[in-house]
């Protein structure tokens, strides 16, 4: 019987070291896969998820939750932020001006910087933050960038960020706009900066204007996906390769139309619905259906196929909107493979076959 109890327990001993060694060799592959999936964002030092994951609609009661924020919204928010950040993507990217700006309420900037602190008590996860300025016509100078960078670090709880952006130029101020860049990263507010929405002049001049005291330019954040390919045909994209600035694709599922779940018996509803019309969705389907044949091929999604298409672009990190775990699972599945240059350049043909997206948002030069 003594024997027997031993061997049994030598059985259920030598079963747990299997089950460490398993739950070892398992941690050891995700953080590894975790350390390959990280980039360097532009000529800065600061280390990113090669797939961020975009906050707009945190909050949001005009352009995506059809005027409702509620609980249910905020749980199914926190639970993409928890998936992602489960899943490797650490970098998130929101604003000053994303979600409800009355007085007292939700903000983007807030829910994120609650998700991050939630996360942080039991877990030593890094998360890269970015943010954005609002190059409003009525703020003026380098003062301003300050004030309203300390603005947003209060609703993020955080001390300093890793990316702060101009989040589109003015017509006017962009001068003294990208002089608060720089005071931000020499005071310790900032790891890196960058801009948005900026066209090849403008982001040359900013890259100069920063050069001259010793700061790297890291990101131009601009509209790029495969049926809005503005930043190849302005030089935008070739100013960022050659200048060694991250290109930052937003919208980089043209705003959930690449998935392929909008079709035109069932187009979306609100804002994006007047750019996205039926008729629209109609000439998009040739599109979608390689798209789809393409991702069978592979075991991925539609959303998997497009963001990796924009990753084989080269220099581009693309930063998808989630509201919800579901959505955000799906992302990281579009990294640790790569579409063929063939099959990167049929879609890009078969994507200009279709008549270019007009309306919001809109690129500004
Ligand atoms: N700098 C700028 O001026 C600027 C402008 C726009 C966006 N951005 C940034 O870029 C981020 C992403 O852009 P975006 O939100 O405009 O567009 P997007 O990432 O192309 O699309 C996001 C939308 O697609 C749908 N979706 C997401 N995952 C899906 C999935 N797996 N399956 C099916 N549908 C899915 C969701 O909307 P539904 O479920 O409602 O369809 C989601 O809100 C923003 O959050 C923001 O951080 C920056």
Known sequence: MALLVSSTSVVSLLQQRKTQMRRVSASESVSTLKGEEKMKLGGSDLMVSKLGLGAW????TSYWSDSQWDDKKLKEAKAAFDVSVDGGITFFDTAEVYGTSSPGSVTSESLLGRFIKERQQNDSVEIAVAT???AFPWRFGRGSVLCALKNSLSRLGLSSV??????????????????GLGDAVEQGLVKAVGVSNYGEKRLR???NQLKKRGIPLASNQVNYSLIYRVAEENGVKA?????????IAYSPMAQGMLTGKYTPENPPSGPRG????PEYLTQLQPLLKRIKEIGQSYGKTNTQVVLNWLISQGNVLPIPGAKNAEQAKEFTGALGWNLTGDEVAELRS???EAKPVVGFPVQMS
Do not use: R
């Open 57 to 60: 609609s945190w909050g949001d």
């Open 350 to 352: 078969l994507a200009m």
């Open 205 to 207: 001049d900013a890259y």
């Open 162 to 179: 890793d990316l702060y952006q101009l989040h589109w130029p003015g017509i006017l101020g962009n001068e003294g706009w990208i002089d």
């Open 274 to 277: 007047k750019v996205y019309t």
């Open 132 to 134: 954005k300025f609002s």
């Open 239 to 247: 100013a960022c390769d050659e200048l060694g600035i991250t290109l």
